[in-house]
């Protein structure tokens, strides 16, 4: 006959008999206890028969508390069927629930055992989940102020059950602010005591225009990521940088652990901060200062502003390479123009290997400077003698740079020291910039300098709000969708992963058209438009289509249209759009006073009509703020050349022609 242990749970206020039950696993002797409760193991061979627990009931959730399954972490008893409602105290609140990792209900399709949770405080509510097996849920959130959760067992199979906590969900107005004073301090819920659980707070910086915003950390620490993948694989508590309204705008990042983050600018208008933890690990927080500046715009100015490898502006973390030569003292960092310990070298000298940069935000890149190196250790010399240049908004589709309709090969260095600058003969939009080598001498070494400026550095060229996320999507409009329970907001410039697609599969041209109101009539100088990805139809083919060439129209009340026209034909403008779906386009033409600014294509690729825009513009003159000095200038004409000092000598960029 085999032993059996005698589980005893004896409360300080409680009688030894009120809480006994059987057993059978060794689990018992090493089960931890609270401080108020006795727990004794008694082998024993008596048959005595297990007292239920108590399961379910209402519970109030202005304080934080914890669920369990009857036994728990031991096996649950058979023929379960506990329900508990949870209410929060306020209607406007709502209830987060996180599991404990050790979860474990038998696993044969949620049939026979199972935990359910509804949305509301009756199993008539909404499901917003019913599981099993040993994988416990993500954290479950309601919509309103009540949960109402189930948990069956049937006569067999029994796991250890699960243990959840429950609490209001902090989140909106709890732990999130906006800030619009020109300097400020932004600091995590608590700081510098540690930050809370479960907390989804926004911090939002709204800049005026013609304005740049810098947010520049000051300490840093978060849990961190125990097996990184790279930056952007923070999956416990992490704070994500925004160019734009959060979940709308660009991501710049997603950052934790003790790393300070680099300094960010931004000049969309709008810079977010979205900060997230769940509910074990806390630490410090963060510490952040922003500052807003006016931007000096000049007629004349110049699109030929290092981006910062040479300074270190740009950081480690934002290059990074195919591969690094083995021994480790040719690493991607290395690869900054002028450094004086080597450079980059890929670990096999092959055409398939490529040096990149996270400019984190939309630039304009007019030139790249390059140089070899020299080795330290066995002073041979090394150089890239042609390259390929690669451009992405989003790290993922990438586009070869073409000049006409071939790739383009730039023609870089003739030895390991000199620097050699390629001007980029049509100035082209990207956030991740790749260089891959075609050839070389003796092997590929390579530092380098990127060159340009930001699209809003050209006077009256602000970005109106479609890549923020300062337009709503009430604002953006089209003849048709293709998706009718999309969102027009698909239609915003690289913030968007798909695009606006019109809905006929074979439109004509002229008759489909994209439209975006800017709210309030505004001087407006350009247009930016990108091409689209999306779902061909039913199936599950992805669609990657741009416009080739388009007309555009404008209006002060939305009935009126006037194109914009062809001095010297008088007709409406035909523009030339894009040559792909990712890298966007820039086309200006002189001032007009509109309010809202719409798109007819003309033609497109053979995929069909697909397309995402911005538009460039300012207020018009009068309407400034009293504390908002900003700068207009109106005329249309070209800008002189102008020139960038190198440390080997002065060489020349282009001005900002694109």
């Not at 952007?232 to 704070?239: F, R």
């Not at 050209?458 to 337009?471: K, N, R, T, V």
Request: glycine share 8%; with cysteine; net charge negative.
């Amino acid at each position: 006959m085999g032993q059996k242990r005698l589980f005893v749970h004896r409360d300080a206020e409680s009688t030894f008999h009120n809480y006994v039950h059987i057993d059978n696993t060794p689990r018992c002797s090493s089960y931890p206890v609270s401080a108020n409760t006795t727990v004794i193991c008694i082998l024993s061979a008596l048959n005595i028969s297990p007292m239920p627990e108590p399961c379910g009931g209402y519970l109030d959730a202005s304080d934080a508390g914890y669920i369990t399954t009857p036994g728990y972490p031991l096996e649950y008893p058979p023929h379960q069927n506990c329900r508990w409602v949870i209410t929060a105290p306020e209607s406007s609140q709502r209830i987060v629930l996180n599991f404990n990792p050790h979860f474990e209900i038998e696993k044969l399709d949620c049939r026979y055992d199972y935990v359910e949770i509804h949305d509301g405080n009756s199993e008539t509510a909404d499901l917003l989940g019913k599981h099993c097996s040993n994988i416990a849920p993500a954290p479950i959130i309601s919509s309103g102020p009540s949960l109402h959760i189930k948990f069956v067992s049937d006569y067999a199979h029994q796991g250890a059950g699960f243990s959840l906590r429950y609490e209001i969900f902090k989140t909106g107005s709890d732990c999130s602010r906006n800030f619009t004073s020109p300097t400020g301090l932004i600091e995590s819920p608590g700081f510098p005591d540690k930050y809370p659980h479960n907390l989804e707070c926004s911090f939002i910086i709204i800049v005026p225009s013609s304005m740049d915003v810098t947010l520049t950390f000051l300490t840093f620490d978060l849990e961190n990521d125990p097996l990184p993948g790279g930056e952007g694989d923070c999956k416990y508590d992490w704070l994500e940088v925004w160019d734009g309204l959060p979940g709308v705008g660009p991501l710049i990042g997603r950052y934790c652990g003790t790393r300070v983050p680099p300094e960010i600018q931004s000049s969309t208008g709008i810079l977010s901060l979205s900060f997230h933890t769940d509910m074990a690990v806390a630490k410090d927080g963060f510490s952040a200062r922003y500052n807003m500046t006016h931007k000096e715009v000049s007629e004349t100015f110049h699109c030929s502003n290092a981006f910062g490898l040479e300074s270190g502006k740009i950081t480690d973390d934002q290059i990074t390479a195919s591969s690094s030569f083995y021994d480790e003292h040719w690493l991607p960092r290395q690869a900054r123009l002028n450094y004086h310990d080597n450079g980059w070298t890929p670990n096999e000298d092959s055409n398939r290997e490529y040096i990149q940069v996270d400019l984190h935000t939309l630039k304009v890149l007019t030139g790249i400077a390059t140089q070899g190196a020299i080795s330290k250790e066995t002073q041979k010399a090394y150089h890239v003698t042609t390259f390929k240049l690669e451009v992405s908004t989003n790290g993922e589709d990438w586009m070869v740079y073409r000049h006409g309709k071939n790739h383009k090969v730039f023609h870089a260095n003739v030895d390991a020291t000199e620097v050699v600058l390629n001007r980029i003969p049509q100035p082209v939009l990207a956030r991740f910039v790749r260089i891959r080598p075609q050839m070389w001498k003796n092997g590929i070494a390579l530092r380098f300098e990127l060159y340009g400026c930001q699209i809003t550095d050209a006077p009256c060229s602000e970005l109106q709000g479609m890549l923020s996320g300062l337009l709503p999507d009430s604002q953006i409009s089209a003849s048709s969708m293709r998706d009718i329970h999309g969102s027009m907001g698909a239609a915003r410039l690289v913030a968007s992963r798909s695009g606006w697609f019109p809905n006929p599969t074979q439109p004509i041209a002229g008759e489909e058209w994209m439209q975006t109101d800017l709210g309030v009539p505004k001087t407006i100088r350009g247009i930016i438009t990108q091409g689209a990805r999306g779902l061909e139809g039913s199936t599950s083919a992805e669609s990657r289509a741009f416009v080739r060439k388009y007309k555009l129209a404008h209006s002060l009340t939305g009935k009126d249209w006037t194109y914009i026209t062809d001095s010297k034909t008088g007709f409406a403008k035909v523009f030339e759009g894009n040559g792909n779906y990712d890298t966007p386009e820039v086309r200006r033409f002189d001032e007009i006073v509109a309010q809202y600014i719409r798109v007819f294509p003309e033609r497109w690729s053979p995929a069909g009509i697909g397309m995402r825009m911005e538009v460039l513009g300012c207020d018009l003159p009068g309407k400034n703020t009293p504390d908002d000095r900003r700068l207009h200038t109106h005329t249309s004409r070209e800008c002189t050349v102008g020139c960038v000092r190198l440390r080997i000598k002065n060489v020349c960029l282009l001005p900002f022609l694109f």
